[in-house]
């Protein structure tokens, strides 16, 4: 599971209670604890641990920062200070959670102590003043659910955007000719998102392969031995050999090539020409790596592997992904779907146990077959062109099909229909990624702190905007 830190800044105003402001510092801190959220506090910055202070506020700043803060947490103890908050928030340049306790019954002579809602209406104005993007959890108490759904849900933000601006992408050789579609611009990925892309040509891949094999003692101490075990034990094996044993050198040599570069995931050319060079395909090793939770897509589509490592992150690294081909409609459900690729699945998302053997329209060993899990899923795609970018996101849930080959999945979804128009009209290609969680409210919440535009492939915003609200 990934972790996320986040900076933990509980806000008071001076003509409030600040005996009741620092009791609930101390109730907020002790239910980050019990939850097991990673935090860092204040209680050094002031003898109350409470900020209202400019001066406390450069000393905070400098704390969050020496400490690698994912987030920032404005929880107002009291009233607060909406202006000091809204400073620290835009230094920091981290997702910001805004949230108060809910107030208590006005005293019998009419005393109130803290009047927090009041204070988070002002917050949220001078944000938006300041141009700081920031997540509100509903004003709510620290033991009810959706405190607790809220701060998870927040924290799965994080991960998002940290994934996705920490993004290093290693390219494996150019997309392959016939593909247009996954066209891609290297600069304003750069310039926008801070997504680096790393090109490699595919020689590269090819002699690490038989490096990596030449290692081989016989004896299982070598990478490629470890990793033919690995594999034996999780797939069944319709091919030689020999082929096998140049899967595993794959996966070796491409693992070594993410952590020459650095990289966070890759893509890769996965045909035709390292069918000559190496005489399997690419998609079980593609498969393996996938299992580790590094994403390696097909068909030298970064714009895949960047939606794979949002919806990855959006489950806290918990699940994986399948990138797949929306591909054919289902036969007998009418709003069905078929998620279809040549193998690169991991192995932990299929209903069975899966094969290596020949993929459907190719004529060389390497592939996978199985099908996936049915249930619930969430499905995205990051894309862009003409200098716009917007993330597809919606629900699905897997269901009983015809047999496929390849890594599979039947799929059916509201309206097919208007999905399909989606997917056509674009900026998208038939290319997606699905997961088994339920993400969509994480995601589009991610987008606003991305400069990613949300697009949801059915009616659902205003259900997605409730649930968020805590609804």
């Not at 650095?262 to 593609?286: D, F, K, R, Y």
């Not at 459907?360 to 200098?387: M, P, Q, S, Y």
């Amino acid at each position: 599971m990934d972790t996320i830190k986040i900076g933990y800044a509980p806000t008071r105003r001076s003509i409030f209670s600040a005996p009741d402001a620092r009791k609930y510092r101390k109730i907020i801190a002790d239910k980050l604890v019990e939850l097991g959220i990673e935090f860092v506090d204040i209680d050094d910055i002031n003898e109350e641990g409470l900020l209202f202070d400019e001066d406390d506020r450069v000393k905070a700043l400098e704390k969050f920062r020496a400490a690698g803060v994912d987030g920032l947490f404005l929880p107002h103890c009291n009233f607060g200070t909406e202006f000091i908050c809204a400073r620290l928030a835009k230094d920091l340049g981290k997702p910001v959670l805004l949230w108060g306790p809910l107030d208590e019954r006005p005293e019998p002579d009419g005393t109130r102590l803290r009047d927090t809602q009041c204070g988070l209406f002002a917050t949220g104005k001078v944000l938006r003043r300041f141009q700081v993007p920031f997540t509100y959890m509903t004003n709510c108490r620290v033991d009810d659910p959706v405190f607790e759904r809220g701060l998870r849900d927040f924290i799965a933000v994080c991960n998002v955007v940290k994934t996705l601006r920490a993004a290093r992408i290693l390219q494996i050789g150019p997309r392959p000719y016939e593909f247009y579609s996954t066209m891609f611009n290297e600069g304003e990925l750069l310039e926008r998102f801070n997504i680096e892309c790393v090109p490699v040509p595919l020689p590269e891949l090819t002699r690490g392969v038989a490096d990596a094999k030449a290692e081989a003692t016989g004896e299982g101490t070598s990478d490629v031995e470890r990793q033919l075990a690995w594999i034996e034990e999780r797939y069944d094996i319709d091919c030689t050999r020999e082929q096998v044993k140049t899967v595993a050198a794959m996966a070796v040599s491409i693992r070594r090539m993410l952590k020459k570069y650095h990289c966070t995931a890759g893509v890769i050319q996965c045909w035709n020409e390292l069918q000559s060079e190496l005489g399997i395909m690419p998609c079980a090793a593609n498969s393996i790596l996938n299992e580790e939770g590094t994403p390696i897509i097909c068909e030298t589509d970064v714009h895949g592997a960047i939606t794979t490592l949002m919806v990855e992150a959006a489950t806290m690294g918990e699940k994986r992904a399948m990138f797949a081909d929306w591909t054919i409609r289902h036969p007998d459900e009418p709003n069905g779907e078929l998620l279809q690729h040549c193998g690169p699945w991991p192995c932990s998302v299929a209903c069975q146990r899966p094969k290596i053997c020949v993929p459907l329209a190719f004529d060389h060993n390497g592939a996978v077959t199985a099908e996936a899990k049915h249930g619930d899923v969430t499905i995205a795609r990051f894309d862009g062109d003409n200098g716009d970018y917007s993330l597809l996101l919606g629900n699905a849930e897997g269901i009983e099909g015809p047999k496929g080959m390849g890594t599979y999945l039947w799929i059916k979804v509201d309206n097919i229909k208007r999905l399909e128009a989606k997917v056509v009209e674009g900026p998208y290609i038939h290319h997606c990624a699905a997961i088994h969680a339920s993400v969509v409210p994480v995601l589009y919440e991610a987008c606003k702190y991305l400069g990613i535009q949300p697009d949801l492939y059915d009616p659902i915003e205003e259900d997605v905007k409730a649930y968020l609200r805590g609804e």
